[in-house]
């Protein structure tokens, strides 16, 4: 059997994109593995895979796609009147008020306007692996900018915030919520915080394949370890942060780190999607029209601080409607760096989700907009 065999089904109408992600397939060679499923208005129309050691049910580590799933907690409990958007977080949390921080909101937060996005001297890769540890360590931070005068992406930090105010205010994690309430009743193969029994489905994140010339190039024009970028993705700690070793950490995947721990399959991510939009496995949407409305609002628009023009974030979630301009104005969902994509547009019908478990070079994966390109045009035509 050729690595390059795609594997799975798809509903009539939907071969084109069978063919794309054969596509897909076909020009990694059959060496990354991966997963595709999409749902159109809550019926899953989409489930394919390919790849070395890949299968439907295969488990890989998501990075910060797992922002999307914690975020559906928080809007889930802003729904249910639990949290406010724009109460500060020290109201929850008071020490977190300290060295400048007793006006951020939880709004600030999650749309990445706080300034909070490391710490001075880095967090250790053993203390990225547990939200508590983080929340403890940002409560005394500084913040890097003044909140709210611009936004920056805090790619491994902005969800134990979100964590701590939570846990204050239920007496929960973020990951028990979203287990108890999230990806039980709704059957999700989405996990933020991996049982011992589910390890054998693991498959490891590989790193991405380049010459000693490439990276030595690649590696000369990334800005230095203290500067903003080099903050927010962890390059301050010492050693700076192995982006593929954190996934492949245990510790990550059994404790969920709720902004990039998150252990699952493109089922999972599109059922996340569209439990949240539409309802799946017979259980109700996960959100009214308003709180989708609410979430999926632009927010931080323009240059990232941290990621220079790569932004554009709703509430939470990135704003995908920007990200691919066929989609509606309100699509919303969340990329990971190893190559996850995940979003539903509300006006489409469309629940997406992608994995992949070799990070592409640069962190560049154009696979994401043919496929999306042709989920889109299978599911509108």
């Given at each position: 059997m050729s690595r390059m065999d795609v594997h799975g089904t798809v509903a009539d109408g939907f071969e084109q994109v069978r063919e794309a992600f054969a596509a897909v397939v076909a020009e990694q060679d059959g060496q990354v593995g991966t997963q595709l499923t999409a749902y159109a208005h809550g019926r899953r129309v989409v489930d394919l895979w390919a790849g070395d050691e890949v299968s439907g049910d295969t488990l890989t580590g998501v990075y910060s796609s797992t922002k999307g799933a914690a975020t559906l907690v928080a809007a889930v409990l802003v729904q249910e009147g639990v949290l406010d958007l724009d109460e500060p977080v020290a109201r929850h949390w008071p020490e977190f008020a300290a060295a400048g921080k007793d006006g951020i909101t939880l709004r600030d937060v999650l749309t990445h306007r706080s300034g909070v996005i490391g710490v001075d001297g880095g967090l250790s890769a053993a203390e990225l692996s547990d939200d508590v540890v983080i929340a403890r360590r940002l409560a005394a931070q500084r913040p890097y900018w003044r909140p709210g005068s611009s936004y920056g992406y805090g790619g491994f930090v902005t969800f134990a915030m979100v964590n701590e105010v939570i846990r204050r205010a239920t007496g929960q994690s973020l990951q028990q919520v979203y287990d108890e309430r999230i990806r039980t009743p709704y059957g999700l193969d989405l996990y933020l915080g991996l049982p011992e029994a589910e390890e054998g489905r693991f498959r490891p994140i590989e790193g991405w394949t380049a010459t000693p010339e490439q990276e030595a190039a690649f590696w000369a024009k990334v800005?230095?370890?203290?500067?903003?970028?080099?903050?927010?993705?962890?390059?301050?700690?010492?050693?700076?942060?192995?982006?593929?070793?954190?996934?492949?950490?245990?510790?990550?995947?059994?404790?969920?780190?709720?902004?990039?721990?998150?252990?699952?399959?493109?089922?999972?991510?599109?059922?996340?999607?569209?439990?949240?939009?539409?309802?799946?496995?017979?259980?109700?949407?996960?959100?009214?029209?308003?709180?989708?409305?609410?979430?999926?609002?632009?927010?931080?628009?323009?240059?990232?601080?941290?990621?220079?023009?790569?932004?554009?974030?709703?509430?939470?979630?990135?704003?995908?409607?920007?990200?691919?301009?066929?989609?509606?104005?309100?699509?919303?969902?969340?990329?990971?760096?190893?190559?996850?994509?995940?979003?539903?547009?509300?006006?489409?019908?469309?629940a997406f989700g992608y994995t992949r478990r070799r990070f592409g070079f640069g962190w560049s994966y154009p696979e994401h907009d043919l496929l999306a390109t042709a989920v889109h045009g299978a599911i509108t035509s």
């Open positions: 800005p230095g370890p203290h500067s903003i970028l080099g903050i927010g993705y962890g390059l301050n700690s010492t050693p700076p942060l192995d982006q593929v070793a954190f996934a492949n950490t245990r510790a990550v995947r059994a404790n969920g780190q709720a902004s990039a721990g998150g252990v699952g399959s493109a089922r999972g991510l599109a059922g996340l999607y569209a439990a949240a939009v539409w309802g799946v496995n017979g259980q109700p949407p996960l959100l009214k029209p308003d709180t989708v409305g609410e979430f999926a609002q632009l927010h931080s628009v323009g240059a990232d601080l941290v990621r220079g023009d790569q932004g554009n974030y709703a509430l939470g979630f990135q704003a995908k409607g920007l990200r691919y301009p066929f989609l509606s104005a309100n699509a919303f969902g969340h990329d990971g760096s190893a190559g996850s994509e995940a979003f539903a547009d509300p006006v489409s019908g469309i």
